[in-house]
């Protein structure tokens, strides 16, 4: 069993930001990655950003330069700084974890960018 909780959604404004953490707990030993996705409505679920147990990253084209991932391998979480954020931005974050060919998803926390 594998657990995902986030943290760290709201409202804020555009410009503003925000830093999303996840912790894991549960059989995590030998995880391949954890990340970010989001869902908007009326739209599918989408990568934003994720790390490699090697610590290697890789984000959507929209939020490079803008947004970074990054993990505590101590603490087992990951966290997604989120600045100069837009109204596109807006969508249910969800943090994954990639283990054993299975991808395991906490329960979301709400982006909400506007004025």
């Known amino acids: 069993q594998v657990q995902l909780v986030e943290s760290g959604g709201g409202l804020v404004q555009p410009g503003g930001s925000l830093r999303l953490s996840c912790a894991a707990s549960?059989?995590?030993?030998?995880?391949?990655?954890m990340g970010w996705y989001r869902q908007a409505p009326g739209k599918q679920r989408e990568l934003v950003a994720v790390i490699t147990r090697g610590g290697s990253t890789n984000y959507a084209d929209s939020v490079k330069g803008r947004f970074t991932i990054s993990r505590d391998s101590a603490k087992n979480t990951v966290a997604l700084q989120m600045n100069s954020l837009k109204p596109a931005d807006t969508a249910v974050y969800y943090c994954s974890l990639s283990r054993l060919g299975l991808v395991y998803w906490g329960q979301g926390t709400q982006v909400t960018v506007s004025s």
């Open positions: 549960g059989s995590i030993f030998d995880l391949n990655s």
